[in-house]
């Protein structure tokens, strides 16, 4: 096989490995807080929203360490180590305690972080500046693969029901954790990807590009002082001009993936006016988010069809696509409808509710999504190649810190505000965004830029 298909072949495996993964934790997120409304015990007392702001706090903290646990034990096993955490926390609803679930909350904050990171770093180091924003693409649609398979279960299995049984919990809980430690055994079918045929200042990489392991570097470098560079170099990226303005789309990023997540789908469980298929909604908006992901990652990543307009066109029509589903939320959905009690609301918006208007915003919301975070993985590997994980850190660090805000206030704000929230820090994020990319075109017309 030639390097390039290997590459290729490893950025493949990593996307269904993700995809495999979050089938099980995407589903989890996506209706937990719902479950936990149903779950009668007198000694649970936790929250999906307070859980998800610990996670990512933690999350946020951990992403200045991440780097330095890649450098020492490698990407690969970083990713199959992780996983096993997500798998964890996913079978703690099976039967629940409150101090388990907070306790995995923490956990998961940590593994998250470096998950993430060492996505980041593989994506990169089996890419060139040519081939970014298409692997960047390729493996945001395979890993939104995972919002349809695991929703559809969940509106197959819960379609028409009002109430979620224990037995309805552990039947959903058992099968999502074995998805989820398939997922992470998958990692391991990545390879060592080749190396460059000219190397110049590789040796002067943090990371270890063999996946792998990283003894070559452990020999020359002690694990505490490799682990110390990887700390500085992240704090040093993080004080740049270019990180500094797209820490505002990371935030954003962050802020509307709470939504999609967790915040839109307990909203369309709770609406009492949709009758008896309104916890069904939860899967069946899952699956449109999930195409909408799929169909984003696919053109503006595999097909490419904005390269010779660079990243900015796809940003926009983000940021377009997001407002025009906010607002047709704001029609359609109660304003209580994040804080509802178990038995939903009753309240109306500004039209009659509709499914059909609940279920575009579904896909408007993924296709959205997809728009922003293909474009932002793939500026950040391309400004920052040398020093990729440092940098997707730095990115995941913005990201889950604001999603951990955003978490938090979920518990109290009616949805009129958190749509605010999004819409102000969606327009800022873009214009941010414009800036850096219009930086990166002119400095560096000379390089591959144009076929990104």
């Not at 305690?97 to 923490?106: A, D, G, H």
Request: proline share 3%; net charge negative; hydrophobic share 50%.
């Amino acid at each position: 096989m030639t390097p390039e298909g290997k590459a290729l072949l490893n950025i493949v495996i990593l996307g269904l490995g993700f995809m495999v993964m979050f089938t099980a934790f995407g589903t989890c997120g996506n209706i937990e807080q719902t479950v936990i409304k149903s779950f009668n015990s007198t000694q649970f007392h936790g929250s999906g929203y307070t859980s998800m702001a610990i996670i990512y706090a933690v999350f946020s903290a951990s992403n200045l360490i991440a780097p330095s646990v890649i450098a020492v034990i490698g990407p690969q096993l970083s990713l199959f180590f992780g996983g096993l955490v997500y798998s964890a926390y996913i079978a703690v609803f099976i039967h629940p305690y409150t101090w388990s679930f907070y306790t995995l909350s923490v956990l998961l904050g940590i593994a998250a972080a470096v998950l993430w990171t060492a996505q980041g770093n593989l994506l990169t180091i089996n890419s060139k500046d040519s081939t970014i924003g298409r692997n960047s693409g390729i493996f945001w649609a395979l890993m939104q693969f995972s919002l349809f398979f695991g929703n559809l279960y969940i509106y197959l299995a819960w379609h028409g029901k009002t109430h979620i049984t224990d037995k309805d919990r552990q039947t959903v809980f058992i099968t999502l954790t074995v998805i989820s430690l398939v997922g992470s055994f998958l990692f391991f079918l990545i390879q060592k990807p080749d190396p460059e045929p000219a190397p110049s200042d590789a040796s002067e990489s943090l990371l270890p590009t063999d996946i792998s392991d990283s003894s070559s570097v452990v020999a020359s470098q002690g694990l505490g002082s490799q682990a110390l560079d990887a700390f500085k170099k992240s704090i040093q990226l993080a004080m740049t001009k270019e990180m500094l303005l797209l820490s505002i789309p990371f935030a954003y990023s962050g802020v509307e993936l709470t939504f999609y997540s967790g915040v839109y789908g307990t909203c369309l469980g709770a609406m009492s006016k949709f009758g008896g298929d309104a916890k069904g909604l939860i899967g069946l908006s899952g699956i449109l988010i999930g195409v909408g992901e799929i169909i984003g990652g696919g053109v503006f990543g595999i097909l490419d069809k904005c390269n010779r307009f660079g990243r900015n066109p796809v940003v926009f029509l983000g940021m377009i696509t997001h407002f025009v589903a906010f607002y047709l939320i704001f029609l359609n959905v109660a304003s209580d409808a994040p804080v509802a009690p178990e038995e939903g609301t009753q309240m109306q918006a500004y039209m009659q509710p509709s499914v059909l208007v609940a279920l575009i915003c579904s896909f408007l919301l993924g296709l959205g999504d997809s728009c922003f975070n293909t474009q932002l993985i793939s500026i950040v590997g391309f400004l920052f190649r040398e020093d990729s994980a440092p940098a997707f850190a730095v990115f995941k660090f913005v990201q889950s810190i604001t999603a951990a805000v955003a978490f938090f206030y979920s518990n109290y704000l009616l949805l009129q505000w958190q749509l605010l929230i999004m819409v102000l820090m969606g327009f800022w994020g873009t214009v941010t965004f414009f800036v850096v990319e219009w930086t990166a075109m002119s400095t560096r017309k000379n390089s591959d830029y144009a076929s990104i």
